[in-house]
């Protein structure tokens, strides 16, 4: 099958720092399909030559293990191309096409890696030029849109030129290893599915902690806030792979329509459970790894006297038959103590216990997303050292034990990354780990509340009837983790 890969933004952030490396990764894997092009477009003056001599210099700046040696990228070059650009004018588009018509290839991606300001008006660009065709697909990168009514215009825009099934929404989070493999844990064997509702799981705690400050995007970041950035989209998508009901089969719409009613199934928010169950949040000025690090407000592009939220912590629930009642911890952060990505599924104890346990010790399902892609099963044992603390003589005391699944450790140089997953999907027509356009709406509706309450100490105003009752339990943020009164 033949391709051609049209990357807006060519030459920037994500097209270096992500995309190439995932589509290198593929082609030294041999799974990007054979005789394709990917062509970078963006408004500076370069030749293919120049253009593949800027990719060559950035690939320098990747980890060792996924950067090319001279031979692979030679021959991974052959590949690239460029095309000067400005996506305001439609005779740049024109040169676009005649490029695309020097061969018909079987599929055409357009990639928009550009500000999501400038989604409109390529769309609109592309659908008048002619490049929009029944081959053609295009993939939009988050954020899509500040809230509800900015995103259903880009949506609106991009539908009236393209098929929802030619319109991939990506989130990378889905293209994760440890993502994929808690679709298979869940719908592909019988041992967890029957636990997997309120009888038995106390709480889910989903956790995206960041290390790193917002380093040279502060004007983003400050239009943007953790809310936005992280939750709308991430965070939620997330909690709807945990939380979905089993799909009739393992196709696009059929995955897609359970997380969308999750999502509906959220529960809407009261002035009470904006008060108790969001918070919100800075960093300041500190040390990190033994350096000194600036505080938010001090960062380039941020100002000086800003609300803007870097840390958020939520807590919801789901109100169907399977999770009614079972509370959902949401937290994410930039400039926390680690870099860590997680879910975290707890079970409620034994009703009866008949042997000593530690205290703080219960069982719980790990999902790491980053830095390590993994499962972490925790259970208790009896250990047969009585000199343990808390052990007895008898050796009837419990200890905590854990089962570790390291997917590099497993999988190792085989493991797909994320993006070129993704890519590798979208290039196939697979929809399956994409958003639908609902989705997101839903995910809007419920987060618009939040930043309302935030910017006005109110609530959106919604019709009577449609809130339900407050949540009961409060919710704090305590070194690293998401804490209730459900798990102390």
Not at 172 to 189: D, E, I, M, T, W
Not at 287 to 300: C, S
Not at 342 to 360: K, L, Q, W
Request: hydrophobic content about 40%; proline content about 5%.
């Amino acid at each position: 099958m033949s391709f051609d890969l049209v990357l807006f933004g060519g030459t920037g952030d994500l097209a270096w720092r992500k995309l190439m490396p995932a589509l290198f990764q593929a082609f030294r894997h041999g799974s990007l399909p054979a005789n394709g092009r990917i062509i970078g477009v963006a408004r500076d003056d370069l030749s293919d030559q120049a253009y593949r001599d800027l990719i060559r210099a950035r690939f320098e700046e990747v980890e060792g293990s996924k950067r090319p040696n001279p031979d692979e990228f030679e021959k991974f070059a052959s590949l690239l191309h460029f095309v000067r650009l400005d996506l305001s004018k439609p005779e740049d588009y024109a040169r676009l096409k005649a490029r695309l018509d020097t061969r018909s290839a079987d599929t055409v991606v357009m990639y928009l890696a550009t500000s999501p300001a400038l989604f409109t008006t390529a769309c609109e660009q592309i659908g008048k030029s002619g490049l929009a065709t029944p081959r053609t697909r295009i993939v939009l990168e988050k954020p899509l849109g500040h809230d509800l009514a900015s995103n259903r215009q880009i949506n609106e825009t991009v539908r009236a030129v393209f098929d929802e099934q030619q319109i991939f929404r990506i989130d990378h989070y889905l293209g994760k290893p440890s993502v994929q493999n808690l679709f298979a844990l869940r719908f592909g064997n019988a041992l967890f599915e029957p636990l997997w509702k309120r009888e038995y799981i106390a709480n889910i705690q989903i956790t995206i902690a960041e290390d790193l400050g917002v380093e040279k995007r502060g004007a983003f970041y400050e239009t943007t806030g953790a809310l936005r950035d992280m939750v709308q989209n991430h965070a939620l998508q997330l909690l709807c792979a945990v939380a979905m009901e089993p799909p009739i089969n393992s196709s696009a719409d059929a995955i897609r329509d359970e997380k969308l009613k999750v999502l509906r199934s959220l529960k809407p928010w009261t002035q009470e459970s904006l008060e108790r169950h969001t918070v919100r949040g800075q960093y300041v000025a500190g040390t990190a790894y033994g350096e000194r690090v600036q505080g938010y407000r001090e960062e380039p592009g941020v100002d000086p006297e800003s609300r803007t939220e870097t840390f958020v912590a939520l807590r919801t629930e789901i109100e169907n038959w399977r999770w009614s009642g079972v509370p959902f911890y949401i937290r994410t952060g930039k400039r926390l103590g680690s870099r860590d990505a997680r879910i975290e599924v707890n079970f409620r104890p034994t009703p009866h216990p008949i042997f000593p346990t530690p205290a703080g010790a219960f069982n719980q399902l790990a999902i790491s997303l980053q830095p390590k892609d993994g499962l972490e099963l925790h259970l208790l044992a009896q250990g047969q050292d009585s000199r343990g603390k808390g052990a007895r003589a008898d050796g009837t005391a419990l200890s905590p034990v854990q089962l570790d699944l390291d997917f590099e450790k497993r999988f190792g140089s085989e493991r797909v990354g994320a993006y070129e997953r993704l890519l590798l999907d979208v290039i196939a027509g697979r929809l399956n780990l994409f958003v639908r356009s609902d989705e997101q709406e839903a995910a809007w509706r419920w987060v618009e509340p939040i930043l309302d309450f935030w910017q006005t100490g109110k609530p959106r105003s919604y019709a009577a009837g449609t809130w339900g009752p407050s949540a009961s339990s409060a919710m704090i943020a305590r070194d690293g983790h998401c804490w209730s009164e459900e798990n102390g």
